[in-house]
């Protein structure tokens, strides 16, 4: 534990079972037992997009994460920026991608600190205990961890989330009069509400609705403690069946879901909407089992973002603690450092939290993915093709994430949607894609400039053999 590979990523051991429910506890988190039921409940089904979007996700990195293992384990990379790093030979492109990571891992943190704080308020802890008592529960574990500790609860959690979605999915409807009574409730609750929620997607949702599921998406696996549990994998196959098997994850996410609706129909009243799924928890099951299900939810936020931060904390410890400041760090000195750097990123979490309060929990989400996204050029091209020019890269990422933070500012930092004007038409988007948008064309255009100027790409130490190197490995 005093090396950080072994902290860190767990000596890259894990097999198709543990890294399933790694990996499936790291994606599937207070996000979908709080955030998701809660933009349910308040808005109606624009929240939904969260099903759709954990559907396409696999496939697409289903080609992608198995070129990326091989690269990681050839060359003992541990973060996303390791990779950047080989690939281009470029420190400034690695610490902006690390950068990145760190920054959009903090709302993330901050979603699970809000799931916690919602279930112990619910328990008649009052005042900002809640957020206080989650913030040390969480440090203390993650400090004293590692990766293996968050990996073993995970499989915990995952039997006491399924356990509690499958007895809300029978229970409920038996009690709140079936599903028939439970839709036209919450339609008629929805319909209430100021501004008035929509029970199905209008057409004037369309365009958001899709760009937040496909942009979700694209950005999942972009984010450190996506590609931590990834690179923990023992085999290259590993990731592949687990990119085939994550997607029963999303069922289980499309009943959560539901629970907005039920929150509705059984007339939980509140103004924070993260407290509508353990309100209905309080009022319709006996004490006992109501108990279990916020141990599910809270064992749900602490595992990962015990991931996240440890994610955090190795970029830290790699590209940035190690590249700047001390180059012949030690194994010993890396896993102490970012022991430390995974409690500081905690705070940042805490800080996001009372500095940008947010109408819905899956906002955070949300801007961690404006942020996030813009890592994609970079990453994802770089896996591919060696066309696009280092610096294009750097500026491509700049004008995403600046634009993206610009339009995130302009709603006053309560929303992650952005209406676009252009050519006399209003197009309303999730604000992450317009910025990806930007940073493509910024780094197509840039690539074409310096190639005509014949600037110097810089050196790859990766070679076309690494991306193809198979499970043996």
Do not use: C
């Amino acid at each position: 534990m005093s090396h950080l590979e072994e902290w860190g990523l767990a000596g890259r051991r894990f097999g198709t079972l543990i890294t399933w429910f790694l990996v499936g506890g790291d994606l599937y988190t207070a996000y979908t037992f709080i955030a998701v039921p809660a933009l349910m409940y308040g808005a109606g089904a624009l929240g939904f997009y969260a099903v759709p979007y954990t559907i396409v996700v696999y496939p697409i990195f289903f080609m992608i994460l198995p070129r990326f293992w091989s690269v990681a384990k050839k060359h003992g990379y541990v973060t996303a920026s390791d990779f950047v790093q080989g690939r281009f030979g470029d420190r400034l492109l690695a610490l902006a991608i690390a950068l990145t990571g760190i920054v959009a891992t903090m709302p993330y943190i901050a979603l699970q600190l809000t799931g916690m704080q919602a279930v112990l308020a619910a328990m008649g802890i009052g005042g900002e205990w809640p957020l206080i008592v989650a913030f040390i529960i969480l440090a203390l574990y993650t400090y004293t961890s590692g990766l293996r500790a968050p990996a073993m609860i995970a499989v915990v959690k995952d039997l006491m989330i399924y356990i509690t979605a499958i007895v809300a999915i029978i229970v409920l409807p038996i009690k709140l009069g079936g599903f028939g009574h439970i839709f036209h409730s919450a339609q008629t609750a929805l319909a209430s509400t100021t501004p008035p929620g929509s029970f199905v997607v209008t057409p004037a949702q369309f365009s958001v609705y899709g760009t937040l599921a496909f942009g979700s998406a694209l950005a999942l696996f972009l984010y450190p403690h996506a590609m931590t549990g990834v690179f923990s994998a023992n085999s290259r196959n590993t990731v592949k069946r687990n990119m085939a098997l994550l997607p029963a994850y999303s069922f289980a996410l499309g009943i959560i879901a539901l629970l907005g609706f039920m929150a509705l129909a059984a007339g939980i009243h509140t103004k924070t909407t993260s407290a509508a799924v353990p309100l209905l928890f309080i009022k319709e099951f006996p004490g006992w089992f109501a108990g279990f299900a916020f141990a599910a939810i809270a064992i749900g936020a602490i595992v990962p973002a015990a991931i996240m931060s440890i994610a955090a904390a190795n970029l830290f410890t790699r590209n940035i603690y190690r590249a700047y400041f001390v180059k012949s760090a030690t194994p010993q000195q890396e896993a102490k450092v970012a022991k430390v750097v995974s409690l500081i990123v905690k705070l940042g979490a805490l800080v996001f939290i009372i500095g940008f309060p947010q109408q819905y929990a899956i906002s955070m989400q949300q801007v961690g993915g404006i942020l996030v996204l813009q890592t994609l050029p970079v990453l994802i091209f770089g896996l591919y093709t060696r066309w696009f020019h280092r610096r294009a890269l750097l500026l491509g990422w700049l004008a995403g994430i600046l634009y993206g933070i610009y339009m995130w500012a302009t709603t006053g930092y309560k929303s992650t949607t952005y209406v676009l004007h252009l050519f006399g038409h209003s197009m309303p988007a999730y604000a992450a894609i317009w910025a990806l948008i930007l940073n493509i064309v910024v780094t197509v255009v840039f690539t074409l400039v310096f190639s005509a100027l014949k600037v110097g790409r810089g050196e790859d130490k990766t070679s076309a053999t690494d991306y193809h190197v198979e499970a043996s490995v």
